[in-house]
């Protein structure tokens, strides 16, 4: 159908023709929805960010979800496109090194070849000798070691992005240019009302791939998808006359120490691409305007020049040549540096395909995947890192801002295990944030709460030690599971998502939900998991009856509005209130042998076996406060969780402390809990995604086999 002929229905309304639309208007294609799925560009197709990108790939990642989708678009970049469309896309196989001046660096390098190598991508790590042999204009002083992926290259952005605009409309997808939304909005049916300037398309899918517009698309509907435009820097020099007579292209560099950056060939010319440590620069804080369009800003030599400087030492074939090429452009940069990829919260049919600030490098394999997701109900790979709702309403717009500059320094830094982003904290603190922080408690970011990762003794800075390797904090958290071993210790736990489900259909909305057998006496409490229409896991949650008609959820911090919708979008008529207590209420752990000792001393309650048995609930009198005490332990030993209003949590917390502190008691943070809950094979949310089933999980004794539930049937 030709572009005038503009339709008023689809299925799927695709806004905006960078390589994350198009490419997910070519996988959608792929997946049978082609004939039904329209893409809307205000412009040109690439006209946005992706025109200006450098267009290099790598295998070099520590990410298996990533690594997954980075080997599908090497493959797809280097022959399968062009075969398949007919179009050039211009691949450059040239190969490329990640450099390591440091044992941190090497360390770090041997990770990510574990990674590789499982993966079973061509990769290898070399000594300084070989890097020379391939590339010999390199200065290597200093360097100890690299890996090499002979596979990578570096491709054609806007003829990548060409060749799947082909192919998308080869499967029926209908491309309209100079065609620019101006609203959207849901009517009462629940379908997306796109208007443009051509017209108004009604579907009953919407996808925001708006690149530095999509935060702005987002507020037509309602929604606040954090992302900043940030500008980055890359030169192209002169023609280089020794590469006049090379017979083949030079490997890409990535020079992350001293170069902030990667240098590579750009035919006969160099290219120097830099991510600056210092000074960086976001742009466009309220809206990027909309006659943006293959936009670049004057280059800022300031900003980047001890940068450029140590380039033109490392590669000094190209000290004396000009600069023919500046590209400063805009790309979107999330809080945390991943795309935003999947459904938006609070509301259905509403996905999100932005916030990518390496569409090239990442960007078919992660659209592939959201096809799949929006076709079949569940990607192939865990989507976690990616889901849009790992991201609360604490995400004000001067936080992301200051996300997406401390993200954009850090993208050429060693990603540590553990590692600790502390720009914008705390957002929010528990009522024990400052008395923890007294003790030594050094704290992580879930889903915007603080939470105690471990604390600081004997005279150790309360500040985290990175490495590879085992590093002092190792016996500080040996020292914690010990106490929990032996006596008790006490965790802030006031991260978890907490939601109440109440009503008439209480009930019967949670058992078709949810795989094992639903607590029936009021007060008892059951362990079960949640599917997605494939059968494989969508979230493990925590219920406790509370009420004949109430039920009280509780599960990891950063899927609170992952269940939430979950929640919503299965009710369909159901008699219910579903209510998100997480800001509202504290909860702590209480673990070990001596924590019934300790919590008798805090209660007028009989705590003893037949009085208060395993996966049972009751209300206790503590500190003058009305507490819910869970007899559960995710530590493995004896124990309770106790949750109530935030206005308690400091009186419980002392009242215990006072009781435990003769009896041993420690304070413990989540590395503790981890190593213990590993140690008792319970397992973790990051265990339990969207990739795995029950079986595959096992964790088939928590699902029934004599009731009917979502996913049943092809997981059983």
Not at 277 to 286: A, I, L, Q
Not at 568 to 576: E, K, L
Not at 635 to 640: F, P
Request: glycine letters at 10%; aromatic letters at 10%.
């Amino acid at each position: 159908m030709s572009d005038s002929a503009f339709p008023s229905q689809a299925r799927v309304v695709i806004v905006g023709g960078g390589v994350m639309g198009v490419g997910l208007a070519y996988h959608l294609g792929h997946e049978g929805w082609g004939d039904d799925t329209v893409l809307l560009e205000k412009a040109e197709l690439t006209s946005g960010s992706t025109w200006h990108a450098a267009g290099q790939i790598t295998h070099s990642t520590s990410s298996f979800s990533l690594g997954k989708c980075v080997d599908y678009n090497i493959g797809l970049y280097s022959g399968k496109l062009e075969a398949e469309t007919g179009q050039p896309v211009t691949w450059h196989g040239c190969g490329s090194f990640r450099l390591a001046y440091t044992q941190d660096e090497m360390d770090w390098l041997r990770h990510t070849l574990s990674v590789a190598t499982s993966l079973g991508f061509n990769i290898e790590l070399v000594g300084p000798e070989r890097v020379a042999e391939l590339h010999p204009f390199y200065n290597l002083e200093g360097v100890l070691g690299a890996l090499y992926t002979p596979d990578d290259g570096h491709v054609d952005p806007t003829n990548v992005t060409m060749a799947m605009a082909a192919g998308a409309r080869q499967k029926g997808v209908r491309i309209f240019r100079h065609c620019r939304a101006t609203n959207i909005t849901q009517n009462a049916q629940g379908e997306w009302v796109v208007e443009t300037e051509r017209g108004t398309i009604t579907c009953e899918h919407v996808v925001n791939a708006g690149g530095t517009y999509a935060r702005q698309m987002g507020e037509w509907s309602g929604l606040q998808l954090p992302m900043t435009s940030m500008t980055h820097h890359y030169f192209v020099t002169e023609p280089v006359p020794e590469f006049e007579n090379l017979d083949r292209e030079l490997p890409v560099i990535r020079d992350d120490r001293k170069v902030s950056g990667y240098i590579r060939m750009e035919q006969k010319r160099g290219l120097i691409g830099i991510y600056e440590k210092e000074n960086s620069n976001s742009v466009w804080h309220d809206a990027c305007p909309w006659d943006y369009e293959n936009w670049l800003f004057d280059a800022d030599y300031d900003r980047v020049m001890p940068w450029l400087e140590e380039s033109l030492n490392r590669m000094p074939i190209f000290a004396d040549l000009g600069i023919t090429r500046e590209v400063h452009g805009a790309i979107s940069h999330p809080p945390d540096g991943n795309p935003l990829i999947g459904p938006a919260p609070g509301v259905r049919n509403y996905w999100c395909c932005c916030g990518t600030q390496i569409g090239i490098g990442w960007g078919p394999g992660l659209t592939r995947e959201l096809a799949r997701w929006m076709v079949h109900g569940a990607a192939n790979i865990s989507m976690r890192d990616y889901d849009p709702r790992r991201f609360g309403s604490y995400a004000t717009k001067d936080w992301q801002i200051t996300k997406a500059h401390e993200d954009y320094k850090l993208r050429h830094e060693i990603p540590f295990p553990h590692f600790n982003r502390l720009a914008g904290r705390p957002i929010k603190p528990s009522p024990l944030y400052e008395h923890l922080k007294t003790k030594g408690a050094v704290y992580e970011e879930v889903y915007g709460f603080e939470r105690p990762r471990w604390f600081a003794k004997n005279g150790i800075e309360a500040k985290d030690i990175y490495s590879f390797r085992r590093s002092p904090v190792h016996d500080m958290v040996g020292a914690e599971v010990a106490a929990v071993r032996t006596a008790a210790g006490i965790m802030d736990v006031t991260a978890f998502t907490k939601v109440m489900v109440e009503g008439p259909d209480a009930y019967a909305l949670l058992d078709r939900l949810t795989a094992n057998r639903m607590p029936q006496k009021v007060g008892s409490i059951g362990l079960t998991h949640m599917l997605n229409r494939l059968g494989r896991i969508e979230l493990e949650t925590t219920i406790v009856r509370m009420a004949e008609d109430k039920f009280y959820l509780i599960c990891a911090a950063f899927f609170e509005q992952r269940l939430l919708d979950h929640l919503a979008q299965h009710r369909a008529d159901a008699d219910v209130t579903i209510s998100a207590l997480s800001s509202d209420w504290s909860a702590l752990s209480l673990n070990g042998p001596k924590s019934r000792d300790i919590l008798g001393a805090c209660t007028d309650a009989a705590l003893d076996n037949a009085n208060f048995r395993w996966l049972s609930a009751k209300t206790l009198r503590i500190a003058g406060h009305d507490v819910w005490a869970l007899r559960m332990s995710y530590a493995g030993e004896l124990g309770w969780e106790l949750h109530m209003p935030n206005s308690a949590c400091v009186d419980v917390y002392s009242a215990l402390w006072a009781a435990g502190e003769p009896e041993g008691l420690m304070d413990y943070g989540s590395f503790a809990m981890n190593a213990m809950r590993m140690e008792k094979a319970f397992k973790g949310a990051g265990e339990l995604t969207n990739e795995v089933t029950l079986a595959e999980a096992d964790v088939t004794r928590f699902a029934r086999t004599d009731k009917d539930y979502l996913g049943r049937e092809l997981t059983l």
